[in-house]
């Protein structure tokens, strides 16, 4: 089992940044890829960003490509989002989300919110223009 919280969300002008933190309990943290949704009112959630158990590979939605920075710390059982330039457009609830690879095996990491097992709570980000 593990429990996600996440921390950090808040309201900032656009153009400024915010780093969301999701921290995880269990023995077993460093094995699961994470993930970064978001979802807006009114929308479905939507994929942000990934990495695998290692932080070896990385990857991002469109949409935030070179703005925003996915990161983990194993010694810590956290996982990070740096969101840099950010947009009124990125207003949502930004869920991170565990991923057990005992059916994908290490080193996978995913987009599709399925796969994944275990979700936090949410932290709330807004951006006014």
């Known amino acids: 089992q593990v429990q996600l919280v996440e921390s950090g969300g808040g309201l900032v002008q656009a153009g400024g940044s915010l780093r969301l933190s999701c921290a995880a309990s269990g023995r077993t943290f460093s094995t699961y890829a994470m993930g970064w949704f978001r979802q807006a009112l009114g929308k479905d959630r939507e994929f942000v960003a990934a990495i695998n158990w290692i932080g070896g590979s990385t990857n991002y939605a469109d949409s935030v490509k070179g703005r925003f920075a996915i990161s983990r710390d194993n010694a810590k059982n956290t996982v990070y989002l740096q969101m840099n330039s950010l947009k009124p457009e990125d207003t949502a609830v930004y869920y991170c989300?565990?991923?057990?690879?005992?059916?994908?095996?290490?080193?996978?990491?995913?987009?599709?919110?399925?796969?994944?097992?275990?979700w936090g709570q949410g932290t709330q980000v807004t951006v006014s223009s």
């Open positions: 989300a565990a991923l057990n690879p005992h059916r994908y095996g290490l080193g996978y990491s995913s987009d599709l919110p399925h796969e994944y097992d275990y």
